[in-house]
Structure formats: structure tokens, C-alpha cells
């Protein structure tokens, strides 16, 4: 069964805002959002997510503008480890399933999603593909989720760490981002 839902951030971290549309269901996310910031410069991000079984990555699409130019970046996984960024091989991104987009709460759905970290006990270290905004360049990032405890009405806080940064966030019983401190709340 596919659930839609519309969530709406506000982002501290760049000092705007995001929405997302998003579609879950039988283990598949497809996403669009659209971000405005104006951290480190005014710019506009829209984006396309779109996840095969597992809620693996299969593609990210996304465009910024700023006032000086328009960035865009097509990030692909071909289901075997294989990644490309605007049809060029990235290598060294092997065991990486997740893209990660800077300053988006979004795409931290779903590693809890996949290890059912929203719901239980666990603790899972992966590998993602971190995509910088408003630059749009791609590196590879060790992050580290950890359950930590149930909330009100399904809730769950979940430890999100990477290198030095830690940061508890409270995700929904749908595994959406409520509050990342930080970096982002979602508004009612």
C-alpha cells in the first residue's frame, strides 16, 4: 500500500525552508521537493528522488540556482554498487545504497526505513553518497544511525552521527524527520 504525504521543513541550517511530496510503499520512496536558502548564498533547490526495493537508491536528480548559475547533478545507482554522477563513474562508493542531499531531511528516511530504525532497537554504519548544496558536489560519507528510544504517537529518536557531528532526531511512525536539531523542523 502506497502512502503520499506532503511535509514541509523549516531549515535553520540554510536558512530556509523545504517541502517535500513523497510517495512510500512495498519498500519504494519516490520523491520531489523544492528548498529555498540563503545560507551560504540565496539559492533554489528542486529535486527528484526515486528508490528501488529496500528503499535503495536508483536516482537522484537535482537543479540549484543561485544568481550567478544553474548547477545540476543526476546521480544514478545501478543496483550493483555502481555509481554515476552526470553519466561519469564515481569510484569508491561500492557498498553505498543512500544518497544523502546536504541540508535535506528527506533522505534520512530512508536508511531508518530500510533497518526499521523508526520502529526498534538497532544500530547500522553505511556508507552514502553526500551531495553538497548549493555546490552539488559529491563525496563519500560514513554515517552511523542508532535507535535510542519510542516517542508520543510512534515516534522514535534515532542518534544520527558522522565524523564529528552527532545530532538525536525524532522521525515519525512513518519514518519522516520531525526535528534534527540543527538543521531542520517540520512544521504542522
Known sequence: MTTSRVLTWKVPASGGYETAWADAGDGELRARGRAVGIVPEPYWVSYDLDTAGGFVTRRLRVTVETAERTRSLDLRH?????????????????????CDLGLCPLTNTMPVLRHGLHRGPGERRLLTVWVSVPALTVRPSWQTYTYLRAGERGAALVRFAS??????????????????????????
Open 78 to 98: 545501478d543496483g550493483r554498487g555502481g555509481w554515476t554522477a552526470d553519466g561519469e563513474r564515481l569510484p569508491g562508493f561500492g557498498p553505498a545504497v543512500d
Open 163 to 188: 565524523g564529528t557531528f552527532r545530532g538525536d532526531v525524532e522521525f515519525d511512525a512513518d519514518g519522516y524527520v520531525v526535528d534534527y536539531p540543527g538543521l531542520a523542523t517540520r512544521l504542522a
